[in-house]
């Protein structure tokens, strides 16, 4: 890979990162004004309840892209670390495979769903419910490519220290 397209690699996921980071402080910072609002002040403020729901699914499927990209998603390895290094290898080459496979299926769902909620507007912000479904989509949608690139280095690179 050359230079330019792994300083683009890497500003894109900077990118990914920082949005992340941004809609994690403001889900905080609505929560914030909207628990001090209803319980110090006595006043609701209804478009906090919908603010924090659409940052959140944003931040939450996002996450899960970089989660999958840097190996941190939540993963029970019990069997795992038993397991000779050529049936484990082979174990999270399937593990990848499904998850690109069951994200294939929610990206599809995700856009039909953005589809059918194109005219759907939010109760108290001036935006359509669609944007969720496409925050999904997008955030699955990555994660099914480093599960694929997962999958074909996994099966492509040279077994280093794997006895057979």
Known sequence: M???RRQARNRF???IETITGILFLLTLLVMFIQVTARYALSVAVPWTDEAS???FIAMVFLGAALCQ?????VRITILLDVLPNTLRRALEGLSDVLTALIGCALVVGAIKNA????????ATLPMSFAWLYVMQALG???LVLIAVRNVISRFTAPSVGVTQ
């Open 2 to 4: 050359t230079d330019d």
């Open 13 to 15: 996921w900077t990118s």
């Open 53 to 55: 729901r659409f940052s």
């Open 69 to 73: 990209r840097s190996g941190e998603q």
């Open 115 to 122: 589809i059918s909620t194109t005219s759907v507007q939010a």
């Open 140 to 142: 699955i949608a990555m």
